[in-house]
């Protein structure tokens, strides 16, 4: 079985790896791209880490957004 790439804490929930496999009762998954020998996750890597990235930045902005919309309302 593949070892599937899964930046996710929660692992309960997941059926699908980012790569799009379904994962079956046991995935396999890690957080360590050491650890993922799934072609499909290493071929993504980049794609997957700049989605990441980009949820990141989306979630700091809305953090930054409510900040001001507190400073506004104080
Ligand atoms: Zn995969």
Redesign the pocket.
């Known amino acids: 079985m ?1 070892t ?2 899964a930046p996710f804490t929660d692992l309960e929930d997941i059926e699908q ?3 799009g ?1 379904w994962l079956g009762e046991s995935p396999e998954l890690s957080g360590d791209w050491a650890e ?1 020998d ?1 072609l ?2 290493q071929k993504r890597k980049e794609r997957i880490i700049a989605a990441a990235a980009d949820e990141e930045r989306f979630i700091v902005e809305q953090m930054g957004d409510m900040a001001a919309f507190m400073r506004a309302e104080g």
Do not use: Q, Y
């Open positions: 593949k599937h790439f790896a980012p790569c496999t993922v799934c499909l996750c």
